[in-house]
């Protein structure tokens, strides 16, 4: 593929213009990103529906993307409903157990560890760490119970916050309704010289991204339920959120299984007098890891290739650092399309005099 001298200006221009509206317009872009996400995870079922729908004289374009619209927003409304509370009151648990703990854990792993390693008595002073935690969300607590009373002074923010929230339902509707049209589009927009490797690439692109917004999101879902269901049938306390903690580190392959299962293992440590309960906890955590192998990874991701652990941390972490909550929604199309663009470079290379110079030079002599 060769560009000309106007379109390497036309791209780096293009790039450049993009950097600058996620830095200035990062708020007011993120229901746009978090609506534009949705399309794209909805599109393929529209899409089915629709084709379903034409081969029997029977759903439209716009009826289909209803349906898909319907189902979305009822998960989400339902997670928001039933996982939320649950969670809150979970958390608020969590910290008013701290003390217990954090004397337990003075009394009896301090000195344990002091035996082999000289330590500062002041850096495991976790006593005053609860203390901090807890007045930190009593502050948040006395904080929304006095939401009315200071409604009037944060008044503009509020509403901005309820407008991006209307805006999310509202635009993901209108953007799964045109999402094939606006794709074709952007297609007949590309240059004729490079529009077969663009769409090649980008082919490549949602392959990934396919992986992990279609696949691997379904992915941490299932796996938060499983460990919650699990968690809860065998009696552990605050199972919902290790669960859902676990669920939410399952972006990253094995880091919910860690993360979680020592999370399990230190509260049934508490919470049980007998090494049951930590059997029980290694059941549940080992059927979930077995159903992720062999049955949800299959099935929902199969066989593509997605984005490797170490890019997919380093992605979220920069596009945090760089463009904050916006930042962290764009990071992994966008390191879908750095790593596909690389191994596109990688294919060129090879293929390249540079690579080959060596050996033609050694075969010339």
Same mark, same amino acid.
């Given at each position: 593929?060769?560009?000309?001298?106007?379109?390497?200006?036309?791209?780096?221009?293009?790039?450049?213009?993009?950097?600058?509206?996620?830095?200035?317009?990062?708020?007011?872009?993120?229901? /746009?990103?978090?609506?534009?996400?949705?399309?794209? &995870?909805?599109?393929?079922?529209?899409?089915?529906?629709?084709?379903?729908?034409?081969?029997?004289?029977?759903?439209?374009?716009?009826?289909?993307?209803?349906?898909? +619209?319907?189902?979305?927003?009822?998960?989400?409304?339902? *997670?928001?409903?039933?996982?939320?509370?649950?969670?809150?009151?979970?958390?608020?648990?969590?910290?008013?157990?701290?003390?217990?703990?954090?004397?337990?854990?003075?009394?009896?792993l301090v000195p344990l560890i002091s035996k082999y390693v000289s330590i500062d008595?002041?850096? +495991?002073?976790?006593?005053?760490?609860?203390?901090?935690?807890?007045?930190?969300?009593?502050?948040?607590? %006395?904080?929304?119970? !006095?939401? *009315?009373?200071?409604?009037?002074?944060?008044?503009?923010?509020?509403?901005?916050?309820?407008?991006?929230?209307? =805006?999310?339902?509202?635009?993901?509707?209108?953007?799964?309704?045109?999402w094939d049209k606006m794709m074709g589009d952007l297609k007949m927009m590309l240059?004729? !010289?490079?529009?077969?490797?663009?769409?090649?690439?980008?082919?490549?692109?949602?392959?990934?991204?396919?992986? /992990?917004?279609? %696949?691997?999101?379904?992915?941490?879902?299932?796996?938060?339920?499983?460990?919650?269901? %699990?968690?809860?049938?065998?009696?552990?306390?605050?199972?919902?959120?290790? *669960?859902? &903690?676990?669920?939410?580190?399952?972006?990253?392959?094995?880091?919910?299984?860690?993360?979680?299962?020592?999370?399990?293992?230190?509260?049934? =440590?508490?919470?049980?007098?007998?090494?049951?309960?930590?059997?029980?906890?290694?059941?549940?955590?080992?059927?979930?890891?077995?159903?992720?192998?062999?049955?949800?990874?299959?099935?929902?991701?199969?066989?593509?290739?997605?984005?490797?652990?170490?890019?997919?941390? /380093?992605?979220?972490?920069?596009? *945090?650092?760089?463009?904050? /909550?916006? %930042?962290?929604?764009?990071?992994?199309?966008?390191?879908?399309?750095?790593?596909?663009?690389?191994?596109?470079?990688?294919?060129?290379?090879?293929?390249?005099?540079?690579?080959?110079?060596? =050996?033609?030079?050694?075969?010339?002599?």
């Amino acid at each position: 593929m060769q560009l000309t001298v106007h379109q390497r200006y036309m791209i780096a221009a293009v790039v450049v213009a993009s950097i600058l509206l996620v830095h200035f317009l990062g708020a007011v872009l993120t229901p /746009f990103v978090v609506s534009m996400v949705l399309a794209y &995870l909805g599109d393929p079922l529209a899409d089915w529906l629709e084709a379903k729908g034409q081969s029997r004289s029977g759903l439209s374009r716009s009826l289909s993307v209803t349906c898909v +619209f319907l189902l979305i927003f009822s998960i989400l409304a339902m *997670g928001l409903l039933l996982v939320i509370p649950a969670l809150a009151h979970q958390i608020k648990a969590v910290v008013q157990l701290l003390p217990v703990w954090a004397a337990w854990i003075e009394s009896n792993l301090v000195p344990l560890i002091s035996k082999y390693v000289s330590i500062d008595p002041a850096l +495991f002073d976790f006593s005053e760490m609860s203390k901090q935690l807890a007045s930190q969300w009593q502050n948040a607590g %006395g904080l929304l119970a !006095n939401l *009315g009373v200071s409604i009037s002074r944060s008044s503009m923010a509020l509403l901005g916050f309820l407008a991006n929230l209307a =805006l999310v339902p509202v635009v993901t509707f209108y953007l799964l309704r045109d999402w094939d049209k606006m794709m074709g589009d952007l297609k007949m927009m590309l240059p004729r !010289n490079v529009e077969p490797v663009v769409v090649t690439l980008m082919k490549e692109c949602d392959e990934v991204l396919g992986a /992990f917004l279609k %696949g691997q999101l379904m992915v941490m879902m299932a796996l938060g339920g499983i460990y919650s269901l %699990g968690l809860m049938m065998i009696g552990l306390e605050f199972s919902i959120l290790i *669960g859902m &903690l676990a669920g939410l580190a399952s972006i990253i392959p094995y880091m919910g299984f860690v993360i979680g299962f020592a999370a399990a293992i230190v509260v049934a =440590l508490f919470q049980f007098d007998t090494y049951t309960g930590i059997a029980m906890v290694t059941a549940v955590f080992l059927a979930g890891q077995v159903l992720e192998s062999w049955v949800l990874t299959p099935m929902l991701v199969g066989d593509r290739i997605g984005l490797h652990p170490v890019a997919v941390i /380093f992605a979220l972490m920069a596009g *945090g650092q760089l463009f904050g /909550f916006v %930042g962290m929604l764009i990071a992994l199309p966008m390191g879908a399309i750095i790593m596909v663009l690389l191994r596109h470079l990688h294919r060129n290379y090879k293929s390249s005099d540079l690579y080959h110079a060596g =050996l033609n030079k050694d075969r010339d002599g």
